[in-house]
């Protein structure tokens, strides 16, 4: 069970998913409460073509990243102002247009070898300055969330009423979307392009299933998260699969447990607490 | 003493893109008033609401909304799947005083406590949003409103849905909040509802009539407020409004 820690990688590789996990699994419960699972996933390919270019320019990937995501934003917006288009085929065009940009681009005979690593992460091999970034990713993510939940919490709860309530609902959503943003460009380098979304929706779509309070949804997302990031690499570790896509696989197993276990507990917190016929 | 009015409003006209929706819409509403707003769907009423919640600005005329304001809505289908108590929502009433970096701490939430007990649900504070019944979602709503300490409360259309002990609860909570100085505002489609109330603003596109029920209220009114949607019963002189569409 310590086999794996002996090796420095697998160490580096575990502090990697857990920065990751406690980033995700937080940002993740506001995804899912606010319903931005598509955005996040097209967020997270729009984001493919500044990778590439920043891997054939030999520039750290964060560089490509950050203008990539913004390109992208951009786009979007300004896609889904043409009038009779909604913000989701907005959406769709553009990251299909980007993602073929970004294949394109990898596919041209200049691409350097390892490429595929933007697509499916390299989480066994994270640099300091990737394991830098990861930490720094979580105390941004984190004390931006702690900041904001009161205003997240109503703004998703009731956006019509959010204004009256003091918390401007589209200012709120905006800094989610860009903490949001920060987090995949720094998640993508251990997760891959392609399986990066699976931290930000399912540990939090699995916590959804054994609560109903957000406090103790968070902290279960989180844990999940950082199980399944470290269950991951142990299957890695030991059937030689690959990093990434073990990862997403673990977060896929736990929520598949969550769902039963989440029915079980509704059955019986229900079974104790009839439902009461009171008058309204 | 006559009391300074809540909400004044003269010539108002509100809309989307600058294309007035509503226009000529001219009423007051004083402390303690419940005043009943009638009108089909598509007629305006949610336009109006958002007006006076500072959510639109007038295309046309004056609007002066002299305390704050708080609605309640109808629950939406996503509110019932949201990881929230009834205290939790309450309590959100307490942001607009907070700034922004700051959650509701324990003093707001003993104070949301206070306004559950105030709209009877003390005893659920602690029960999932989504577990609640209409009626008691609604009250938990109304809670958050007294946490806002709102003198003005708009209310959309709160008792579809509701049967008929949570309706005639409601109501009697609606009474207990004018009588302390508020303003009520109520959508609804309720006729009878309305005529118990203190004014009734009838509203499709245009403001139609506005004053006491018992002076405004009359045939031609309803038809010109509700066009064909007016049916007279068989074998009665009570006349009923066909069921809105909700989609």
């Known amino acids: 069970m310590l086999e794996p820690l002996q090796d420095e990688f697998m160490r580096r590789a575990m502090i990697e998913v857990t920065s990751i996990g406690i980033a995700g699994g937080g940002l993740g419960c506001w995804v899912v409460l606010y319903r931005l699972s598509y955005a996040a996933e097209s967020l997270a390919h729009s984001i493919f073509p500044g990778l590439v270019l920043a891997a054939l320019t030999g520039l750290p990937l964060i560089v490509g990243g950050i203008p990539g995501i913004v390109a992208a934003a951009l786009a979007i917006a300004a896609a889904s102002r043409i009038p009779g288009v909604s913000r989701e085929v907005a959406i769709g065009v553009v990251v299909t247009t980007l993602f073929g940009l970004g294949v394109l681009l990898a596919l041209s005979p200049d691409s350097p070898p390892g490429l595929q690593e933007i697509l499916f992460g390299d989480i066994l091999g994270p640099t300091d300055a990737d394991l830098a970034a990861a930490a720094v990713l979580t105390v941004v993510v984190g004390g931006g969330l702690l900041l904001l939940h009161g205003r997240l919490l109503a703004g998703g709860f009731d956006p019509g009423a959010a204004r009256s309530l003091g918390a401007s609902p589209g200012r709120t959503e905006a800094a989610l979307l860009v903490l949001l943003a920060l987090a995949i460009v720094v998640a993508v380098q251990g997760l891959g392009n392609l399986l990066v979304v699976a931290v930000f929706v399912g540990p939090a779509a699995a916590a959804r299933q054994l609560t109903e309070r957000i406090v103790p949804m968070i902290a279960l997302a989180v844990a999940i998260a950082v199980l399944a990031g470290i269950a991951g690499l142990y299957l890695s570790y030991y059937v030689g699969t690959a990093g990434g896509a073990s990862v997403a696989l673990a977060i896929l197993a736990f929520y598949l447990l969550a769902l039963p276990l989440g029915r079980l507990l509704s059955a019986r917190c229900e079974k104790r607490t009839p439902v009461e016929a009171t008058i309204g | ?247």
């Open chain 2, 1 to 247: 003493m006559r009391s300074e009015p809540l909400i004044e409003a003269s010539g108002l006209a509100v809309g989307y893109n600058g294309e007035p929706v509503i226009s000529g819409v001219g009423f007051s509403l004083a402390p303690g008033e419940r005043m009943a707003l009638l009108g089909p769907n598509g007629g305006g009423k949610t336009t109006l609401l958002r007006a006076l919640l500072g959510e639109l600005r007038p295309l046309g005329g004056e609007l002066r909304v002299q305390s704050r304001c708080a609605t309640v809505p109808q629950t939406e289908r996503s509110q019932l799947d949201y990881p929230v108590s009834a205290l939790d929502v309450a309590a959100m009433g307490a942001l607009s005083r907070l700034p922004w970096w700051r959650r509701p701490g324990r003093r707001e939430r003993e104070g949301a406590m206070e306004a559950l007990r105030k709209v009877g649900l003390g005893d659920l504070a602690e029960e999932t949003f989504g577990k609640l019944s209409g009626g008691q979602r609604q009250r938990v709503l109304i809670a958050r409103s007294l946490v806002q300490d709102a003198r003005i409360l708009l209310l959309d259309e709160p008792f579809s849905g509701l049967d008929r002990p949570s309706s005639e609860g409601l109501e009697a909570l609606v009474e207990a909040l004018a009588a302390e100085g508020r303003g009520v505002m109520i959508a609804t489609h309720d006729l009878e509802q309305a005529r118990r109330w203190d004014s009734v603003l009838c509203l499709n596109r245009s403001q139609v009539v506005v004053g006491p029920p018992e002076e405004v209220l009359d045939l031609a009114v309803l038809e010109e407020t509700y066009g064909g949607a007016i049916v007279e019963l068989p074998g009665s002189d009570a006349r009923a409004i066909l069921p809105p569409h909700h989609h």
